[in-house]
């Protein structure tokens, strides 16, 4: 089992339930449990379109058997579950799942660069992350 650390975001619709409703779906992943939750942290939206409304952020502590990619391709389908529609980059949307950091591992692939290229300069990662770490 690895541990991980994976982001939450969402400023459209109910954000506070959007993100319930992905830890509740991360909950029922085979091989992964989770260990420990953020509270929500409510946030400006930075780069992207203009105008957006804030976005509220968590962090989870999670233990997984999958591999990172397999993790990634779990995320993304419980992204497209909930309804999230791509648009343009850094755009609002439903819910936003990242791997922040998984185990010790340091991987860069077309689709997946752990830790996340943008962890340590964003303030609505760090906050969430800070409390489960």
Known sequence: MVI????????LG???RNIKLAVKKIDTLKATRIIEKSKMFDFPSVG???????YLNAALKIQTRLSASNLL???K?????????????FGPRVIDLDILLY???SIKTKDLTIP???LFCRD??????????
């Open 4 to 11: 991980c650390y994976l982001g939450l975001g969402s400023n």
């Open 14 to 16: 109910n954000r506070r």
């Open 48 to 54: 992207g379109p203009a105008g957006q409304r804030n």
């Open 73 to 75: 391709k779990k995320l």
């Open 77 to 89: 389908k419980l992204e497209d579950e909930l309804g999230r529609v791509k648009s343009v980059r």
């Open 103 to 105: 185990g010790d591992k």
């Open 116 to 118: 996340h290229s943008r």
């Open 124 to 133: 609505f990662v760090i906050k969430p992350l800070k409390e489960v770490l």
